[in-house]
């Protein structure tokens, strides 16, 4: 187990390219992480990594040995798997990603019953908007909001979420009713965005007479959570583009108000990715399945729950 150990934490050291970053991943202390790949090193009687106090770069000994020991740590899954397939007990832990809002609503409160069912697996999810490199970061499965980029993942489609713009009763009170897209940029309306670090081009995809065309909105207030621009919309600062379903309870309430109806935005998928290689991987295929049964379900009771009985 120590010398998995030690091909782990290489790995991620590799990956993500810092011993520190490294340990708080496997949650152990650099210490512990620094002394694994000294160990790993006098195993192998080569040096994996260049090490200077301001950098961490792999040798060339490192970057072949990294392809090996890819090669290993999926084989030992694969075994695991296997065995906990034939003693229909899975365990191991789980890395899981989805966007702030949708995780913390649909995909957080469906793991506590997944838990119990399955005891022996640990689900490390992470929340965030930003986008994720499924692979770089080690995940086993991502819950993903919007368009998919071209890739060799597997895709479980979940969902077509609807889209709205939306704003509060004051601020269009004070600064008029837009009918559409262009009335929005043209009459300078404030727009909350949602940006994250290494977001290059920003821009809403608006339905203008059947046709889809890229809108670019101004305003001074952004963030990279959700969750943050909707407080900002109540607050009246200005119009922000969400899913229905994470507004549905506000506009119920007549807190939000839809504007721009005339040029709605397009809807925007949800869905599932993981790697091929965990096909193999039972407790990857278990959570997918329990947390997609349980999302479709949420979703149908929302919709059947609102005013508009859409979601």
Same mark, same amino acid.
């Given at each position: 187990? %120590?010398?998995v150990d030690m091909l782990k934490t290489f790995v991620r050291v590799y990956e993500l390219g810092s011993m520190s970053a490294a340990a708080r991943d496997l949650r152990v202390s650099a210490a512990v992480s620094s002394s /694994?790949?000294?160990?790993l090193e006098k195993s192998l009687g080569v040096r994996l990594f260049n090490r200077t106090t301001r950098s961490l770069r792999a040798t060339a000994h490192g970057e072949l040995f990294y392809k090996? %020991?890819? #090669?290993? @740590? &999926?084989?030992?899954r694969e075994v695991e798997g296997g065995i906990a397939e034939i003693t229909a007990q899975p365990k191991g832990t789980l890395f899981i990603s989805a966007p702030l809002a949708l995780g913390k609503k649909l995909v957080a409160p469906l793991i506590p019953a997944f838990k119990l069912e399955y005891p022996d697996i640990s689900v490390r999810l992470r929340l965030s908007d930003r986008k994720v490199d499924i692979a770089q970061e080690g995940l086993d499965a991502a819950f993903v909001l919007g368009p998919l980029p071209d890739s060799d993942m597997r895709v479980r489609s979940i969902h077509a979420f609807e889209r709205v713009l939306v704003a509060s009763p004051g601020y269009v009170k004070q600064h008029g009713m837009p009918e559409n897209g262009d009335a929005i940029i043209a009459d300078g309306h404030k727009c909350l965005l949602l940006r994250y670090p290494g977001a290059t081009e920003f821009y809403w995809n608006l339905y203008v007479e059947g046709e889809i065309r890229g809108f670019h909105p101004e305003g001074s207030l952004e963030s990279d959570d959700g969750d943050v621009l909707t407080a900002w919309a109540l607050a009246g600062?200005? !119009? !922000?583009? #969400? $899913? /229905?379903? &994470?507004? %549905? $309870?506000? @506009? &119920?309430a007549g807190t939000l108000v839809e504007v721009a109806t005339a040029t709605p935005p397009t809807p925007q998928p949800f869905s599932c990715l993981y790697p091929h290689k965990r096909l193999q991987d039972p407790k990857v295929k278990l959570f997918v399945d329990h947390?997609?049964?349980g999302t479709r379900a949420e979703i149908e009771r929302v919709a059947a729950s609102t005013s508009s009985g859409k979601i």
């Open positions: 187990m %120590a010398y /694994r790949i000294s160990d090996g %020991a890819i #090669k290993i @740590l &999926d084989t030992i600062c200005g !119009i !922000i583009n #969400k $899913t /229905r379903y &994470d507004v %549905a $309870t506000q @506009l &119920d947390v997609i049964r």
